[in-house]
T-cell receptor, first 111, second 115 residues
Framework: SQQGEEDPQALSIQEGENATMNCSYK?????LQWYRQNSGRGLVHLIL?????REKHSGRLRVTLDTSKKSSSLLITASRAADTASYFC???????????FGKGTRLSVIA | ETGVTQSPTHLIKTRGQQVTLRCSSQ?????VSWYQQALGQGPQFIFQ???????GRGNFPPRFSGLQFPNYSSELNVNALELDDSALYLC??????????????FGSGTRLTVV
């Protein structure tokens, strides 16, 4: 079963705009991770945020975590056509348990 | 050697046959996880191996089995293939740490088609 649920399922924006994707989960976590997947290929780890962190940045990526609402958001600023991909959140309960993935958000950035 | 390597990249099998998928973990990683990803869905956890022992399993039947070898490479075996087994199979390696500081490193996957 899927632990995280991403929202929206699909998002289409113009190049240069910001893209925001949300993830909700059901139970307490140790950390939450975001991954990117280009069409039909393997997943690439983007960023990990621990349960005691509220915000984290990496380049054009900004991730927030609200454990009281059991939700996270991924913001991609100044999007590029190359950002077109599916984005997944994955929850980790204890640091030694398997990651549980959501269904993903399909992002299309139009040049 | 860096990165996770999976083989083969594509495979077509007939219903009822058996298949073995292979994965070479990233150097220094001691845990390997296998995921099944149907078209348009997120990856579903199959099982995880830590130091050659299975230490977690998802909701998959026993005909899905695996092995992890001393060099941390791994195999996923599926017996009695069904049409619904058609999917992208992903292998991911990681290093167990408390707390976790890094994500998984995924291979490019094996696309299995069962006809």
């Amino acid at each position: 079963s899927q632990q995280g649920e991403e929202d929206p399922q699909a998002l289409s924006i113009q190049e240069g705009e910001n893209a925001t994707m949300n993830c909700s989960y059901k139970t307490s976590i140790n950390n939450l991770q975001w991954y990117r997947q280009n069409s039909g290929r393997g997943l690439v780890h983007l960023i990990l945020i621990r349960s005691n962190e509220r915000e984290k940045h990496s380049g054009r990526l900004r991730v927030t975590l609200d454990t009281s609402k059991k939700s996270s958001s991924l913001l991609i600023t100044a999007s590029r056509a190359a950002d077109t991909a599916s984005y997944f959140c994955a929850t980790d309960y204890s640091g030694n348990t398997p990651l549980v993935f959501g269904k993903g958000t399909r992002l299309s950035v139009i040049a | 050697e860096t990165g996770v390597t999976q083989s083969p990249t594509h495979l077509i099998k007939t219903r009822g046959q058996q298949v073995t998928l292979r994965c070479s973990s990233q150097s220094g990683h001691n845990t390997v996880s296998w995921y099944q990803q149907a078209l348009g869905q997120g990856p579903q956890f199959i099982f995880q191996y830590y130091r050659e022992e299975e230490n977690g399993r998802g909701n998959f039947p026993p005909r899905f089995s695996g092995l992890q070898f001393p060099n941390y490479s791994s195999e996923l075996n599926v017996n009695a293939l069904e049409l619904d087994d058609s999917a992208l199979y992903l292998c991911a390696s990681s290093l167990v740490s408390f707390p976790r500081s890094d994500g998984y490193t995924f291979g490019s996957g094996t696309r299995l088609t069962v006809v």
